[in-house]
């Protein structure tokens, strides 16, 4: 392979400076920034432009002050800033040092760099899979001041620029967004006055309620204002010892109170085919409650043209109109009162009771079996 030329070098040089800039840890950013400068204008350069353009060395501090656009700045800041003419210790390598830098020199320098480089960017690639929080110094300032005061005060109208979060100004003047907290997102131009529900109608509504409830029990005349409903069990284990009412009897409860569902229906009583007698106790409850129902019903022949003159007296009849009042729920568990435990409740052993019951029920599948077993070796031992 021949000499490098100078794009080559100029080329590796930016490689160099756009891989330590992509460090996201800031001191192994700013190092190897520095390393890659420091290589190639020690190794490019004769040593007193090489000391004087450095920004890290004593001799180049006085000439060229560290600033953030020196540590960012591309590579025409190292060597483009020294032409490489046909004069040039770069573009003719016989002047380095007061010596000379021979084609076979710059051709290692230049393999030697493009090695270090696969191993600079292995590095910057593990350190941005294992990246952690910024730094202080890494934080962004928002500079607010006037325009006419140069190209710092980037923001707002005339005067100076303003002091940041880290200068000695005082309070910042701009708090911004830190750590893994909540982005706000407020909505404030929504018409919530549209979506607002008041409930200023309620009196209104509750006199409205029972003015209907008021002509409703006037058009039924003497009928009751409610149907007659089932005692059913609450769900749950929780409330299964409570009865209320349900929504209708069913098919068999209103069979064995003798009367027929169209006629349970034509006489307020509703019939419910949903649901399921699973207890004899409930079935008779409620069967009573239908026979109870009935024989204090009071049905009047509907009016027609044989009987339209006719007038039924109801001066003797007292009715009753309320049906829940009439026929209450009874109590789901009735209430034992108090009483002296007796001799022989205290000689029963309840927990030992329930035990041996569950055992029984447990093996009498193996009890019958048993039996059964024995029942044919008897047989067969007869023949």
């Not at 590796?12 to 190639?40: E, V």
């Not at 169209?262 to 106790?281: F, Q």
Request: proline share 7%; hydrophobic share 35%.
């Amino acid at each position: 392979m021949s000499s490098p030329s100078r794009a080559q070098i100029l080329g590796l040089y930016r490689k160099y400076l756009a891989t330590a800039q992509s460090f996201s840890s800031y001191n192994f950013r700013t190092y190897f920034l520095r390393r890659s400068r420091d290589l190639f204008r020690s190794t490019l350069l004769p040593p007193a432009s090489a000391a004087t353009s450095s920004p890290f060395s004593p001799a180049g501090a006085k000439t060229s002050p560290v600033s953030p656009s020196t540590l960012t700045s591309p590579a025409p800041s190292i060597l483009e800033s020294t032409p490489l003419n046909a004069g040039d210790g770069l573009s003719n390598p016989s002047q380095h040092a007061g010596g000379s830098l021979d084609a076979e020199k710059l051709k290692a320098f230049y393999e030697t760099a493009k090695k270090d480089l696969e191993v600079l960017r292995r590095a910057a690639l593990m350190n941005r899979m294992y990246e952690g929080e910024r730094l202080v110094v890494e934080h962004p300032q928002l500079i607010i001041g006037g325009g006419g005061a140069g190209a710092e005060a980037s923001t707002g109208g005339g005067g100076h620029p303003t002091a940041g979060p880290q200068s000695s100004g005082g309070a910042p003047s701009a708090m911004g967004f830190r750590h893994n907290n909540v982005l706000h997102n407020n909505h404030f131009r929504k018409d919530w006055q549209r979506r607002v529900k008041v409930w200023f109608d309620q009196p209104g509504a509750k006199k409205s309620r029972r003015n209907a409830r008021q002509a409703k029990a006037a058009a039924l005349g003497l009928r009751p204002l409610k149907p007659l409903r089932p005692a059913v069990r609450c769900p749950t284990l929780k409330y299964n010892t409570k009865l209320r009412e349900g929504k209708g009897f069913t098919a068999e409860e209103i069979k064995a109170a003798g009367l027929r569902k169209k006629e349970a229906k034509s006489v307020g009583i509703p019939v419910d085919h949903r649901r399921r007698n699973k207890s004899e106790e409930s079935l008779k409850l409620n069967a009573d409650r239908i026979k109870a129902y009935h024989s204090r019903l009071v049905v009047l022949p509907r009016r027609n043209k044989k009987n339209k003159d006719k007038k039924v007296d109801l001066s003797s009849i007292t009715s009753v109109r309320d049906t829940a009042a009439a026929f209450p729920i009874p109590a789901g568990i009735p209430v034992e009162a108090p009483r002296a435990i007796t001799s022989e409740e205290k000689e029963v052993n309840a927990f030992r009771t329930l035990r041996e019951e569950r055992a029984k029920h447990r093996n009498e599948g193996a009890r019958l079996a048993r039996e059964k077993k024995k029942e044919e070796e008897a047989a067969a031992a007869k023949k």
